[in-house]
């Protein structure tokens, strides 16, 4: 096994950093990793903003209810972004453009283009040591994100991820048994390996080092899909000019 691979397999969320800065040169090198990920047709449909403004970060740690949302060494978020398609358009080019940056298909291109960028930037910055944690409750208040970072039509914030100098060590998270999730030539049954699953993570969570309960994997995806959460989020992004048609 290679060094790529264990750092993949090794991976863990970290919720609290040592009060330590990352350097310019831990930044760029995490930036420039995030870029060469792939990219559907060459879009770069994305863009990175790093909050180094503390009454910023505290803003955005209120909309997250996590206070590691401001106590890292760097705050990354990532964004949807087909506004720099827009710049050069006229207003007759623009308007010719509105079915494809409004469709569906374009949402998801900007969606996953941002994803694999965050990849190779959380990849990266576990390579060098450093641990993190990604931040999606930042849409818990996506309008409020929207206005902190004042971003443009056409670019909406997806979600953060922090970096620092990890100051615990959490347990290693049980993963679904790839059984359940990887399929050869069409979907399959995996009843049998979710039960598995469900013993797995029920005694993960008993005897983790912190916050022990007893509960199980399909427990909490089901309180998670019959509470109705973020709901405002589809009127934001189709007002952003996203996912209209």
Same mark, same amino acid.
């Given at each position: 096994?290679?060094?790529?691979? %264990? ?52 803003? #955005? ?8 949302? /401001? ?13 720099? +398609? ?11 453009? #509105? ?43 996506? %309008? /409020? ?9 056409? +670019? ?21 048994? /790839?059984?359940? +999730?990887?399929?050869?030539? %069409? ?6 390996? #979710? %039960?598995?699953? @469900? ?7 008993? @005897? ?13 995806? #089901? ?16 007002? /952003? ?5």
């Amino acid at each position: 096994m290679n060094q790529v691979i %264990e750092t993949i397999l090794d991976h863990r969320s970290i919720r609290k950093f040592k009060d330590i800065p990352l350097t310019e040169d831990q930044i760029s090198t995490i930036i420039e990793a995030s870029q060469q990920a792939s990219t559907s047709s060459y879009m770069m449909a994305y863009s990175i903003i790093g909050v180094t403004e503390q009454h910023k970060k505290e803003a #955005l740690a209120d909309v997250s209810g996590q206070n590691y949302v /401001k106590d890292n060494g760097h705050l990354l978020v990532f964004c949807a972004d087909f506004h720099r +398609v827009t710049i050069k358009a006229s207003d007759e080019e623009y308007e010719d453009m #509105l079915p494809n940056l409004e469709n569906s298909e374009h949402f998801l291109v900007s969606a996953i283009d941002a994803a694999l960028a965050a990849q190779n930037a959380a990849l990266a910055a576990e390579s060098m040591g450093l641990g993190i944690c990604y931040i999606g409750s930042l849409r818990n208040n996506i %309008e /409020k994100v929207d206005q902190v970072l004042s971003l443009p039509k056409h +670019v909406i914030p997806l979600f953060g991820l922090v970096i620092g100098t990890p100051d615990h060590q959490p347990d290693r998270k049980p993963r679904l048994p /790839k059984e359940a +999730v990887y399929f050869e030539n %069409e979907y399959k049954s995996y009843e049998e390996p #979710l %039960e598995t699953f @469900n013993s797995t993570i029920a005694a993960y969570y008993l @005897n983790r080092g912190s916050n022990n309960r007893a509960d199980s994997w399909t427990d909490q995806m #089901l309180r998670r899909f019959t509470h109705p959460m973020r709901m405002d989020v589809t009127e934001f992004v189709q007002r /952003k000019g996203f996912n209209k048609r």
